[in-house]
């Protein structure tokens, strides 16, 4: 039976949850729909510079020697940037929360990591004249070998992707990996009548969205700047331009607003501080905007994975034991899927009581974009490889998915894996619902049970 | 130094002249120059619809057209749809019907679904997916802007009748 739960949360809303099931507008699609709404790119400056990106053109190589002179003297160049002029470097967006090492370059000094790395950035008076000049920068490299998947990666004797860590793998407080250990995953094996062993694995998948990523930096004089952008992540984006540019934030004027399609893919820091540089060190507006080329090859895609699940069940339906196996393919560079590994690891019991489980996950490096954000990274495809395999292990017993799916729900009280106990899942009730919209019929004893243990 | 051309265009109604850099598409023109910034640069490529306009009355997409050409055109977008006030049509059926998100796809949605009103103004619903299928989304699935058209053809036909 449904009931609503208006407890949970009343100490933090007073809402009467009249607003379920209403329809209610958007506030900014009146300007949509009018084509008033402004979205960054939708202002321009009078003397704006166009900063376009040389990159690179090898997954792994040596940077033996940049030469920039014939690009400076393009007409219409009005400043040619190399790492030289960027004042700290080397940063990582998550030094913010004391997520380290710092591991990844602003422009590349003597190293690229992955195919489209920015090693030399253009400025000129229009965006043709930049494109030309970009095409004149000469950079020798020297072609390394580069990794391009997980197993490669962790393979011994692998090529080393990134310097910085040591190992193609993110190092934890934990070590090579994050753990979650509960019960006896071994014990719990030994009494099951099943063991199913299953890997699942996924391709990298962008985002795509209609408006590119992109920023309009105006010089505000006194050293201060405007900063126009459709970043999804403004105060990690502010900090981290206050760390790579080394001034203090009140030099930076932050204005965000709507973003055209982000889903994830806006929270990297990779315009904004080379176009501020850009702005602060001629004096006039820069405008940084990704092809959409730009846009598909450059900006981080949600990352590839592999995810081995084993897990035991006894023939009625109970899941006794569950190992998983998870990597993160993070591309050159951590960015924020070090956290989408760690987040993985406390989600990968999925919404189900299970008394026993191990569970690793890895941070991996590979010589291939970084990865980054994208709609509940971590857990998406966590959770793609859990429904799957809960499904098989209902076909393995010749059970019914969704009754296999009740017996095994979690309930409050239950204490999940990583020692939190469940509080207000209503996972049994949703369930409950959408056997009733979906005509997926479950044996009566599902229909009554409920996620509070006491009326079950 | 870029040569600059002087182009005079009817902009939603209202004589407009300004000079643009010679090769300069009408989507930079109309954005940059003309400042109207409803057509939007999603591509640059003619692959994503965002920059639909209506040239004459036939829909184009600004980003591949070149501003010289335009010179002594009607030039129509989504900026210019709504009159005194009133909101078009598909303007208030997207509106209502949940059928813009982000935004960004909108404008160039809206053109390539008043050029096809124009001239069939009731239409199939396989019509307005053929007329919608060069305007990208990447948040509403379309669903909405396909119902949102057909709602707005039928609101359309009604006031006719």
């Not at chain 1, 009931?3 to 699609?29: E, T």
């Not at chain 1, 992540?233 to 203090?248: K, R």
């Not at chain 1, 941070?363 to 994208?374: D, H, W």
């Not at chain 2, 009133?86 to 059926?93: G, Y």
């Amino acid at each position: 039976m449904i009931r609503l739960a208006k407890d949970y949360f009343a100490d933090q809303r007073d809402d009467d949850l009249k607003q379920l099931g209403q329809g209610l507008q958007r506030s900014d699609v009146p300007g949509h729909v009018a084509g008033t709404t402004t979205y960054f790119a939708d202002r321009t400056f009078p003397r704006m510079l166009y900063l376009k990106m040389v990159r690179s053109p090898h997954h792994h190589a040596r940077i033996r020697s940049i030469d920039t002179s014939e690009a400076e003297r393009h007409p219409g160049v009005a400043r040619v940037l190399t790492h030289r002029d960027i004042p700290h470097n080397v940063y990582t967006i998550l030094i913010l929360i004391q997520i380290g090492p710092e591991d990844e370059q602003v422009l590349a000094a003597d190293k690229v990591r992955w195919k489209g790395e920015a090693v030399v950035a253009v400025l000129a008076d229009s965006e043709r004249a930049a494109n030309e000049a970009a095409a004149k920068v000469k950079i020798d490299y020297e072609i390394l070998p580069a990794v391009f998947d997980i197993d490669e990666a962790l393979k011994e004797g692998a090529t080393l992707v990134n310097e910085y860590h040591g190992n193609n793998y993110y190092t934890y407080d934990s070590g090579s990996h994050r753990k979650v250990r509960f019960g006896d995953v071994e014990k719990g094996f030994a009494e099951s009548d099943h063991i199913l062993e299953q890997t699942y694995w996924s391709s990298p998948i962008e985002h795509a969205p209609t408006e590119t990523t992109g920023c309009v930096v105006v010089p505000e004089g006194n050293d201060r700047f405007t900063c126009y952008t459709n970043t999804q992540a403004m105060f990690f984006t502010l900090d981290n331009t206050s760390i790579i540019l080394q001034m203090p934030g009140h030099k930076l004027h932050f204005v965000g607003g709507t973003v055209g399609g982000g889903f994830g893919g806006k929270v990297d820091v990779t315009v904004e501080p080379i176009a501020i540089l850009a702005s602060r060190l001629t004096g006039r507006p820069v405008s940084f905007i990704y092809s959409r080329e730009e846009e598909m090859q450059i900006s981080s895609p949600r990352a590839a994975e592999k995810i081995i699940i084993k897990d035991g069940i006894t023939k009625d339906g109970r899941i006794l034991a569950r190992k998983v196996t998870g990597y993160t393919d993070a591309g050159a560079y951590s960015r924020h899927s070090p956290y989408g590994a760690q987040k993985g690891a406390a989600h990968y019991p999925g919404p189900y009581t299970v008394p026993n489980v191990w569970i690793d996950t890895y941070c991996v490096y590979t010589n291939r974009t970084p990865s980054s954000a994208m709609r509940g990274f971590g857990v998406t495809i966590a959770d793609f490889a859990l429904e799957v395999q809960m499904d098989k292990l209902a076909r393995l017993i010749d059970m019914d998915p969704l009754e296999f799916r009740f017996i095994n729900a979690y309930r409050d009280g239950d204490m999940k894996a990583h020692r939190q106990p469940t509080e207000g899942a209503a996972l049994i009730e949703c369930m409950q619902e959408a056997s009733k919209t979906a005509n997926w019929p479950v044996a009566d004893r599902f229909m009554r049970m409920s996620s509070y243990k006491a009326e079950a | 130094m870029t040569k600059k051309v002087p182009i005079q265009i009817t902009l939603n109604g209202e004589e407009r002249a300004e000079f643009v850099d010679s090769g300069a598409t009408l989507l930079r023109a109309l954005r940059d120059k003309f400042g109207d910034t409803s057509p939007k640069g999603g591509c640059h490529q003619g692959t994503c619809g965002a920059c639909s306009v209506m040239i004459d009355g036939e829909l184009h997409l600004s980003c591949l057209t070149l501003a010289e050409v335009c010179e002594g055109r009607a030039i129509e977008t989504t900026a210019g749809l709504a009159k005194d006030g009133v909101l078009h049509p598909l303007q208030q059926a997207f509106l209502e019907g949940f059928a813009a998100q982000c935004g960004f796809c909108t404008p160039g949605m809206i053109m390539a679904a008043k050029a096809l009103l124009d001239h069939t103004p009731s239409p199939t619903r396989d019509e307005v997916v053929e007329a919608l299928s060069g305007n990208i989304c990447r948040c509403t699935g379309y669903e909405p802007v396909i119902k949102a058209v057909l709602s707005a053809a039928r609101a359309n036909s009604q006031k006719v009748a």
